[in-house]
């Protein structure tokens, strides 16, 4: 079964709730998706999608230690073993393709080398996860640490890491992805290119917001290489401040955004809405000017109730809600929403790394 316009628009609202992705640090040896993440993931196979935590692209696109990539034989593999699961569970999952850029430490990189960005500009106070004594997921510990200094792509990088992107679009439907979603949102590679503060280029990739919105159209060009473009998604993050990135007109920025990616044919755009305590509020009429702008399906997530999420359906802002970490604790969230039951709460010592306990136990 499809990820279709039918199933977006759907009367149940169990239909509209999507697992967004989240990282969880479960990755095997290699970075390849174990049997448990499988079982992770089917478990929650009753979303109407869900999108798989960040998966990187390639060793270079990788910013934290136990994240899964899809640039091996031996990683495709092992989410083959996921996809297979989550279907046969009746779920659809699309592979969330993710390269952090500079969001990363020199101990994660091929040869220990400088992570590399739009720019040579360091995030103060961003910090990434490492595993300095390599003691693996299992025991859950690890360092968080500054990131590394990145330096700033050449062109043939550029074009060199756009080919990733590509090659990992043909590596998630091998896999049996039923789409792909690039990570635009959160600090990371893409958004890097994008947000004005982070980008200070004076090539075409940087300077004007039309180049700084090149990467990206290249990156979407070259999956549409290998996946129909009705089947991919690029996920948002206008207000954020995460990860040091940050745009001087947001909106202007990311209604061009959305522009683009309505004349690219995209399948859906996903907004991760700011989410901590005095977070920004995305304002009515940017949501308005988005849906006016874009004419595919919209994703929203962060932070949303049950109350919060029908408002946004009943304003049509929203085609589909995505509930974070609810869907930790509650493998079986849509129903429990749909009837009005009581909600588990996720026990934060086991988000990140860990066996079983906190991660398929609920």
């Known amino acids: 079964m499809l990820f279709s316009k039918y199933q977006l628009h759907g009367n149940q609202l169990k239909n509209r709730i999507v697992m967004p992705p989240m990282t969880r640090a479960r990755a095997g040896t ?25 998966t990187q692209i390639s060793q270079q696109g990788q910013g934290y230690a136990w994240t899964p990539g899809i640039y091996t034989n031996e990683q495709i593999k092992g989410w083959k073993k996921v996809t297979s699961q989550v279907h046969q569970s009746g779920g659809i999952i699309y592979a969330q393709l993710w390269h952090v850029g500079r969001v990363s430490h020199r101990s994660l990189q091929p040869g220990n080398s400088a992570p590399i960005s739009s720019s040579a500009i360091k995030a103060e106070g961003v910090k990434v996860f490492i595993d300095p004594k390599m003691s693996g ?35 998630a439907n091998i896999a049996g992805f039923d789409g792909v ?23 075409s990739y940087g300077g004007t917001l039309q180049k700084r919105l090149r990467f990206l159209r290249e990156v979407v060009n070259a999956v549409c290489k290998e996946t129909p473009p009705e089947k991919i998604g690029v996920r948002l993050a206008p207000l954020t401040t995460l990860q040091g990135t940050i745009d ?101 010592d086991y988000f990140f790394g860990g066996n079983h306990i906190g991660y398929t136990d609920y």
Not at 31 to 54: D, V, W
Not at 190 to 200: G, L, R, V, W, Y
């Open 181 to 203: 979603e690039l990570h635009g949102a959160n600090g990371y590679l893409i958004n890097q290119f994008i947000d004005s503060e982070a980008n200070k280029r004076c090539d």
């Open 248 to 348: 001087n007109t947001p909106e202007v920025t990311y209604l061009a955004v959305a522009s683009l990616l309505q004349a690219l044919n995209v399948g859906y755009i996903h907004i991760a809405e700011a989410d901590w305590e005095d977070a920004p509020i995305m304002p009515e009429g940017f949501k308005e000017a988005l849906r006016l702008i874009y004419k595919g399906t919209i994703i929203y997530t962060g932070k949303y109730d049950l109350a919060k999420a029908q408002l946004a359906l009943q304003n049509n802002w929203a085609d589909l809600i995505g509930f974070g970490r609810p869907f930790i604790a509650n493998p079986d969230l849509p129903s429990r929403l749909f009837k009005g039951l009581p909600l588990n709460i996720p026990q934060e």
């Open 137 to 171: 997921p299992e025991k859950g510990v690890g360092e968080m640490v500054q990131h590394s200094m990145p330096r700033a792509m050449t062109l043939e990088e550029i074009k060199s890491v756009v080919n990733e992107f590509r090659l990992a679009a043909r590596n």
């Open 30 to 54: 290699g970075n390849i998706a174990t049997p448990l993440m499988a079982k992770y993931y089917a478990q929650r196979a009753s979303a109407g999608l869900i999108i798989s935590e960040g």
